[in-house]
């Protein structure tokens, strides 16, 4: 059964950095895509980051580009999402997420992690 499940969150001024990660277990993760996403309050549930590592495929939303950074473990076990300069507008549940093949959709993966509250004050 595959679990997966995310910690990290927190408050967090702005300019400051927090590092979300996301453990995973189950199963041979070699060519699954792995996924953040976030949803801020009333808001739908976005991409910000996406990647396959087998495929070469990668995505970031053009919201984060330059500030966040996706990386996992040389096992493959733990996904990480390394935020910096953090933005008010960066509050959000985060979510993890994996499956095959690569995707952007939230609809195409069906591996979710309960998610972790990330809060930005100005």
């Known amino acids: 059964q595959v679990q997966v499940a995310e910690s990290g969150g927190g408050l967090a001024q702005a300019g400051e950095s927090l590092r979300l990660s996301c453990s995973l277990s189950?199963?041979?993760?070699?060519?699954?895509?792995m996924a953040w996403f976030r949803q801020a309050a009333g808001k739908e549930r976005e991409a910000i980051a996406c990647?396959?590592?087998?495929?070469?495929?990668?995505f970031y939303a053009d919201s984060i580009k330059g500030r966040f950074r996706m990386s996992r473990d040389p096992a493959g076990r733990t996904l990480y999402l390394q935020m910096d300069r953090l933005k008010p507008e960066d509050t959000a549940m985060y979510y993890c997420?994996?499956?095959?093949?690569?995707?952007?959709?939230?609809?195409?993966?069906?591996?979710w992690g309960h998610g972790t509250e990330v809060t930005v004050s100005s």
């Open positions: 997420a994996i499956d095959r093949p690569f995707s952007t959709g939230w609809g195409n993966y069906n591996h």
């Open positions: 189950g199963l041979t993760f070699d060519d699954y895509a």
């Open positions: 990647r396959s590592w087998s495929s070469g495929s990668v």
